[in-house]
């Protein structure tokens, strides 16, 4: 099994719809973030936490919302889903020492296509 | 605010023919820049740190250096299995950019037999 999933992997939905991503992990890192990739413009970061009660807003945030239920679990949420959010999303995590490093583990990604 | 620019965006060579992928960027503070292997359908995977100029890593075929300005992923003899989108990311030390890495657009690397 992998150590950072993603569900759903692929899905589609129609504008104003809410959608909910989500991440969980088994490494025990306590850092854990969501990207966004488009072609042409690379990773972008929307939210990352650093332990359970730690939010913080990424570059991109706006028209997203996140929880984290667990040291394990992440979850993104679109609540009016737009066809400009339709993009390749990725969890990822770190704990303190890798964070340090660099060292991003990720997870195989969930494609959103809005229409 | 932290940038990373990457060059060329899509690289083909022939198995054997080795070339450089360049990083350049601009950041406050670095705390240290860092390459990443994707491949289709996968989520990226981590291959170097570099923390300060003159710092080089090698992996395999690949080697990575760092100027003040610029890394470049070295290549070196290819095989197609090296094909991928390479991804250079920086991580600022500190200010409103502490606790995240900003990523470059990627090089597609497509290396035919």
């Known amino acids: 099994d992998a150590d950072v999933t993603q569900t759903p992997r692929n899905r589609i939905t129609k504008t104003g719809k809410r959608i909910m991503l989500e991440c969980s992990q088994t490494?025990?890192?306590?850092?854990m973030y969501w990207y966004r990739q488009d072609p042409g413009l690379g990773l972008r970061l929307i939210y990352y936490?650093?332990?359970?009660?730690?939010?913080n807003k990424g570059e991109i945030s706006d028209g997203y919302s996140v929880s984290r239920q667990a040291q394990a679990k992440f979850s993104l949420s679109l609540e009016s889903a737009i066809p400009n959010q339709t993009a390749l999303y990725f969890c990822?995590?770190?704990?303190?020492?890798?964070?340090?490093?660099?060292?991003?583990?990720f997870g195989e990604g969930s494609r959103l296509t809005v229409l | 605010e932290d940038q990373v620019t990457q060059s060329p965006e899509a690289l083909r060579l022939q198995e054997g023919e080795s070339s450089s992928l360049n990083c350049s960027y601009t950041?406050?503070?670095?705390?240290?820049l860092f390459w990443y292997r994707q491949d289709p359908g996968k989520g990226p995977e981590f291959l170097f740190t570099?923390?300060?100029a003159g710092e080089e890593k090698e992996k395999e075929r690949l080697k990575a250096t760092l100027t003040k300005k610029e890394s470049f992923l070295h290549i070196t003899a290819p095989k197609p299995e090296d094909s991928a989108t390479y991804l250079c990311?920086?991580?600022?030390?500190?200010?409103?950019?502490?606790?995240?890495?900003?990523f470059g657009q990627g090089t597609i690397l497509t290396v035919h037999p």
């Open positions: 990822a995590t770190s704990d303190s020492w890798t964070h340090n490093t660099g060292e991003l583990f």
């Open positions: 490494k025990g890192h306590d850092r």
């Open positions: 936490s650093f332990d359970v009660k730690d939010i």
């Open positions: 950041v406050s503070g670095l705390r240290g």
């Open positions: 570099l923390y300060s």
């Open positions: 990311a920086v991580h600022n030390a500190g200010g409103t950019s502490y606790g995240k890495l900003t």
